[in-house]
């Protein structure tokens, strides 16, 4: 149980184009998602808490109008990356708190993105 | 604010011997939870194991315990009889938990472990 997936595993798209990030929860329901961006090496950074059918609230540094975050049902949260710049190139992580108020949180696989 | 500190970039242990990787915490809160989470090179996350504050056991979950020292805000991993397959990042990790929502994980900075065969 508490499976999480994203789509696409990896992306590459050209610079000043919009790229979309889908996040899963496969057998549970989430009312709140996390999304996360990582660089090589080092740890995971919280961009946003995502809840659905709100506003997500970001994270003090992350640019809202660039990230977008949409939690529309409770199984799916999507970022988007606006008008992507090579700086925005890294790796992004979704995860989901776990059913039944369990206190953990359950991680997609991760979305590679490399904008050129 | 509250603060996870991982003070060993890197460790490194032999195949079948034990190795343990330090965590300390900062809080103010006398109720949250802390994890270890193990993230491999294909860098998905795995949770690895969890303590709950308001518990004085130590948590086990087979080669892996933890030594959970609240006063000290301590919450080292050990792992057991060392395999190939542990080889990874590890993250120390503390979360309040706040109703049925839970507040942010904040992690600390990772540990490289290798394990030499």
């Known amino acids: 149980g508490a499976v999480v997936s994203q789509h696409p595993s990896w992306v590459i798209c050209k610079s000043g184009t919009s790229v979309k990030i889908e996040c899963r929860s496969l057998?549970?329901?989430?009312?709140?998602m996390f999304w996360y961006r990582q660089f090589p090496k080092q740890s995971l950074m919280l961009m946003a808490t995502?809840?659905?059918?709100?506003?997500?609230?970001?994270e003090q540094g992350v640019e809202k109008d660039k990230f977008l975050i949409n939690h529309a049902s409770l199984t799916l949260s999507t970022l988007t990356v606006t008008s992507a710049h090579p700086e925005d190139s890294s790796f992004y992580i979704c995860s989901a708190n776990g059913g039944q108020g369990a206190p953990e949180q359950y991680f997609g696989p991760g979305t590679r993105l490399t904008v050129t | 604010a509250q603060t996870v500190t991982q003070s060993q970039p890197e460790m490194s242990v032999q195949e079948a011997e034990t190795v343990t990787l330090s965590c300390t915490y900062d809080?103010?809160?006398?109720?949250?939870?802390l994890f270890w989470y193990k993230q491999p090179p294909s860098r998905q996350m795995i949770l690895v194991i969890r303590?709950?504050?308001?518990?004085?056991q130590n948590a086990t979950e087979n080669r892996f315990s933890v030594n959970f020292q609240k006063a000290a805000k301590s919450f080292s991993l050990k792992i057991s009889d060392s395999q190939l397959g542990d080889a990874a990042m590890y993250f120390c990790?503390?979360?309040?938990?706040?109703?049925?929502?839970?507040?942010?994980?904040?992690f600390g900075q990772g540990t490289e472990l290798s394990v030499k065969p």
């Open positions: 303590q709950e504050a308001y518990k004085q």
């Open positions: 990790a503390y979360r309040v938990l706040i109703g049925n929502q839970g507040g942010k994980l904040i």
């Open positions: 809080t103010s809160e006398s109720d949250y939870y």
């Open positions: 995502s809840n659905e059918g709100s506003k997500a609230t970001y």
């Open positions: 057998d549970f329901q989430a009312t709140t």
